[in-house]
T-cell receptor, first 110, second 114 residues
Framework: RKEVEQDPGPFNVPEGATVAFNCTYS??????FFWYRQDCRKEPKLLMS???SGNEDGRFTAQLNRASQYISLLIRDSKLSDSATYLC???????????FGKGTTLSVSS | EADIYQTPRYLVIGTGKKITLECSQT?????MYWYQQDPGMELHLIHY???????EKGDLSSESTVSRIRTEHFPLTLESARPSHTSQYLC?????????????FGSGTQLSVL
């Protein structure tokens, strides 16, 4: 079983749609969780950290369910510029290496 | 914008050659990483470093080496390049704030081994 698994893509949605991505992780001792965004042929960039109580940043909401070992990312009111691959990232404990999921590709069309 | 640089941006080389991919950052970050990524695939951790004179192996470390003699510099070396090494190589440094670790990636080196 892979350490970090994500929904298979691609997700093709119209502008204004709400879309949700899920990610599961295998190590119950994992402590830190992030969502990164990667545009085509570009390097990944941090989108947001995921906190235990859930957190929101504008149209983006991240949630963590430790019991089920899953993380989610919700994007409301999708924009064309949201088209990218979204990477789920997990860290076992502070200071250890970050492990990336394969990513879920989102394509938003007008 | 992050101050992390990778050279070369593209490299085409023959089988058996020794190559070094350069990575430098000017942010004073202690922790640095090398990842390998094929198109449409996940990033695989090759090596990482906690700071000067520290190097750790990742999942794909067996065919490459790294060194960390200076904080700002973290080069990756392939002793004998093979076609299976064709991939994109991404270097990153990280900023640690409490339990949050934010990675800053370089633009990558696209390696093609013929």
């Amino acid at each position: 079983r892979k350490e970090v698994e994500q929904d298979p893509g691609p997700f093709n949605v119209p502008e204004g749609a709400t879309v949700a991505f899920n990610c599961t992780y295998s190590n119950s001792a994992s402590q830190s969780f992030f969502w990164y965004r990667q545009d085509c042929r570009k390097e990944p960039k941090l989108l947001m950290s995921v906190y235990s109580s859930g957190n929101e940043d504008g149209r983006f909401t991240a949630q963590l369910n430790r019991a089920s070992q899953y993380i989610s990312l919700l994007i409301r009111d999708s924009k064309l510029s949201d088209s990218a691959t979204y990477l789920c990232v997990v860290q076992d404990q502070a200071g250890t290496a970050l492990i990336f999921g394969k990513g879920t590709t989102l394509s938003v069309s007008s | 914008e992050a101050d992390i640089y990778q050279t070369p941006r593209y490299l085409v080389i023959g089988t058996g050659k020794k190559i070094t991919l350069e990575c430098s950052q000017t942010m004073g970050h202690d922790k640095m990483y090398w990842y390998q990524q094929d198109p449409g695939m996940e990033l695989h951790l090759i090596h990482y470093s906690y700071g000067v004179n520290s190097t750790e192996k990742g999942d794909l470390s067996s065919e490459s080496t790294v060194s960390r003699i200076r904080t700002e510099h973290f080069p990756l070396t392939l002793e004998s390049a093979r076609p299976s090494h064709t991939s994109q190589y991404l270097c990153a440094s990280s900023e640690l704030t409490g339990t949050n670790e934010k990675l800053f990636f370089g633009s990558g080196t696209q390696l093609s081994v013929l």
